[in-house]
């Protein structure tokens, strides 16, 4: 214990410091601190309303529970309907929202979270303002347990690691598989969740460390305008609006809007710009039928970063000194261009008693085009001085197709209280990829000085090589069923089923025209099974058993190598506690994993038998903490801290067998707290630490294990409000600390060094 714990003493040190310079800790509505339930998307089970009425949030508000507000006597005929199932009413504007959420916003997990046995921290719309997080990494950062993969065979954007397997592909919009390689604005965001642990019985196949979902801004009652300029040292300038208006009872609509054109703080010539608009609409067809419907696009034109390569084991700006800001790739030359279209329709229906039906259809594509510079090469090999640039284009082209059906309802048999929902899920997944290389005159990486890289070099020689071209196409059926069923007030069980059927094809053309095809298919079959058990109210100790599924064409490729193996297979046991605090307006937890891969793909030994085999194992164990609310009137804290224990425990090279597995720091730790000094007046702050992680795996004695530093950043706020206005500075990793927040095997990316952003928000 005493080794899992040693960060913090740095941490108070490295904290104080932050206060003391930068009046560091966040805003809040001192009116209404931690006072108010967050809106929400989805219904669920009404506390005393009977169908037809409008629904109660579905987090009970400390008003609504206080003893000066006593609720009217209930009648039998509406206690005889109190899990009666209603259409969703939204809060309307001017609510402040909790930090801690009670409900998730997916139909599929019907309980509160303090009952569902699973660790799942979500990352509400207040924390992600207060911090002015404007993309899905930078929500993220306040997850303990998470680390973000570079770029990597040309894919950029959100690449994440979870509990030490990757998520690749485990990324959803309001619980549908979001694809594509983008970097995710937060624009249209009032939430993020993390579910860990395997989550196939959820969401299909993969999710073996957990998944990340995305809760979008629908349009709700009431009429409101938000708008928000921001300006910083990067130099950055972002505008956001959110416009929300009431047309009638039965209609309602919203727009939420984004540009921003950014430096990154630290780094040369890198830009994220990007641009984005999110309108949805809100019907009320019949008095138990509503229709929601909404399209996202986003648009960016980036200069995209591949840092820095390695050296003596860690990143050249360690080893060697290299200054932070050096960037190897061309200047108006590299570029990532994205366009991402999304449209969703979402039908909601109570079909009487506790029953209600949601479907989802959805159709999305992302054009993605890129030409980076990756930095390979180094050269002399006892001292470099030059850095090669490996530069290339790539375009990937995706669409997707996906319908959701997911009924859900309580009802009793005998003693028995059953909390069930069945789905059924439909999807088509296609892809094209392309890749050309521009190699140097005469051929290879084009050279840079490694300390002083010019960022404009002749480009005359260069010459464009076009290689293959891969097209994958993937149709899923799944259906599940899940019952929570309450043996009275103290126990629940939990039984899921779920089977998917995963038919993929990949063809890959050569550059000379050879085509080589594969097709797969898969039948994966996963459950899960949990005890919750209820000492006291508003809290559970639970028991959770859960497995996933990873086929070989999950990242929809395919070779010789593996179109012939079964999936990979993986288990995690968790044991935890949940517990809901001063009328809910404190949320904690705590758990212990272990999460197996019981027949992971490896290298085959034998050199007669197939190339790949399913012959490995690998095992990440450890412990979680979380906390998320107000401990007190005016003080906010969302704070978790997450110990990984990950290594390789069979594999057909036995120099690997007890390494760790890469991207699993030992220990990471993320705070954020807030204060209300006064009622116009808040200030805050926050602590991120992450251990030295690993980035590759050494097949032998004489290859080198790299990794990236460990590290603690510390950020500042403060806030001041004038009627309708919010003025807010935030101060980003205010000791200016060198440290590397997405990598991989081939190369790290230092993260933003110390900047400040001053943004003003206006509410109409």
């Given amino acids: 214990m005493r080794g899992a714990l040693w960060p913090w003493g740095p941490a108070a040190v490295g904290l104080a410091s932050a206060l003391a310079a930068g009046g560091a800790m966040a805003q809040e509505t001192p009116a209404t601190t931690g006072e108010t339930s967050a809106p929400v998307q989805e219904s669920r089970p009404a506390e005393s309303a009977p169908v037809g009425q409008e629904a109660p949030a579905p987090e009970r508000t400390p008003e609504s529970a206080a003893p000066t507000q006593a609720a009217p006597t209930a009648t039998a005929e509406q206690a005889a309907q109190d899990d009666a199932y209603v259409l969703p009413e939204v809060s309307v504007e001017g609510e402040t929202e909790k930090y801690n959420a009670t409900e998730p916003s997916l139909a599929r997990l019907p309980r509160p979270l303090v009952d569902t046995p699973q660790t799942i921290t979500v990352v509400p719309e207040r924390v992600m303002e207060e911090q ?8 993220l950062r306040n997850v303990s347990g998470i680390t973000v993969t570079a770029g990597e065979g040309g894919r950029q954007g959100d690449t994440f690691s979870l509990r030490g397997f990757s998520a690749q592909t485990d990324t959803l919009r309001d619980g549908v598989r979001d694809l594509g390689w983008f970097t995710r604005d937060t624009f249209n965001l009032e939430g993020v969740e993390v579910y860990f642990g395997p989550s196939s019985v959820l969401f299909g196949r993969g999710s073996t460390g957990g998944a990340i979902n995305l809760v979008t801004k629908k349009a709700r009652k009431g009429s409101f305008t938000d708008l928000r300029l921001s300006g910083g040292t990067s130099p950055t300038g972002r505008i956001e609006a959110d416009v929300n208006q009431e047309l009638s009872d039965s209609v309602q609509f919203r727009v939420s809007a984004v540009g921003q054109l950014a430096g990154v703080a630290g780094r040369d010539v890198v830009k994220e710009n990007r641009a984005g608009i999110a309108p949805s609409a809100r019907f009320q067809l019949a008095e138990k039928v509503a229709l929601e419907v909404d399209y996202f696009y986003q648009h960016e034109d980036s200069v995209p970063d591949y840092g820095q390569p390695y050296f003596n084991g860690y990143p050249v700006g360690v080893t060697l000194d290299v200054p932070r800001e050096n960037f190897y790739g061309v200047k108006d030359s590299d570029q990532e261009l994205v366009n991402v279209h999304i449209g969703t329709a979402r039908l909601l229906a109570d079909l009487g008693d506790t029953f209600r039906l949601t479907n989802t259809l959805r159709y999305g594509g992302v054009d993605r085009f890129s030409r980076p510079t990756a930095p390979r090469g180094l050269t002399p090999a006892g001292a470099p001085t030059t850095i090669g640039r490996q530069r290339f284009e790539t375009t990937a082209d995706n669409t997707y197709f996906a319908d959701q059906l997911d009924v859900r309802g309580v009802f009793n048999t005998g003693f028995l209280k059953h909390t069930a929902n069945i789905g059924l899920d439909i999807s088509r997944e296609q892809r094209e990829q392309g890749r050309a290389n521009l190699a140097a005159a005469g051929g290879g990486n084009l050279p840079a000085d490694l ?27 799944g259906a599940y069923a899940s019952d929570q069923i309450q043996l009275g007030k103290y126990v629940e069980v939990l039984g899921t089923l779920r089977l998917d059927n995963l038919h993929s094809d990949y063809e890959t053309i050569a550059a000379n025209g050879t085509v080589a095809a594969f097709e797969q298919e898969n039948s994966l079959f996963n459950w899960r099974v949990g005890l919750v058990l209820h000492p006291a109210e508003n809290t559970s100790v639970y028991g959770m058993y859960g497995t996933s599924s990873n086929p070989s064409a999950e990242l929809a490729t395919l070779s010789n190598d593996t179109v012939t193996l079964d999936p990979e297979k993986n288990e995690t046991f968790e044991i935890g506690a949940k517990s809901d605090l001063i009328k809910e307006r404190l949320s904690v937890n705590a ?9 992971a793909r490896v290298p085959n030994s034998d050199p007669d038998g197939p190339p790949v085999v399913l012959e490995g194992k690998q095992r990440v164990q450890g412990y979680a903490l979380g906390v998320a609310g107000s401990p007190v009137r005016r003080w906010n804290v969302f704070a978790n801290y997450t110990f990984l224990d990950a290594s390789i425990r069979e594999h057909t090279n036995e120099f690997l067998v007890g390494q760790r597995l890469v991207n699993t720091p030992k220990r990471s730790f993320s705070l954020w707290t807030t204060y209300a000094i006064l009622d116009n007046l808040s200030v805050g702050g926050g602590a991120t630490y992450q251990d030295v ?10 290859a080198a294990l790299s990794k990236v530093p460990n590290f603690w950043r510390f950020d500042a706020f403060a806030s001041y409000s004038i009627q309708k206005v919010d003025l807010q500075l935030n101060v980003y990793n205010l000791t200016d600390k060198l440290y ?12 933003d060094g110390v900047s400040a952003l001053l943004s003003a928000h206006v509410r109409f």
Wanted: hydrophobic share 35%.
């Fill in 132 to 139: 002015q997080a404007t993309t899905l990494r930078d929500a």
């Fill in 693 to 702: 992680a690993t980035v590759n795996n050494p097949a032998n004695a004489t």
């Fill in 591 to 599: 758990a212990v994993f272990r999460t197996n891969k019981l027949n």
């Fill in 740 to 751: 590397y927040d997405a990598y991989y095997g081939g190369q790290a990316v230092p993260a």
């Fill in 451 to 477: 300390f002083d890289p010019d960022n404009s070099p002749d480009l005359s020689g260069v010459t464009r090589t076009v290689g293959a071209t891969n097209y994958s196409r993937q149709w899923n059926l």
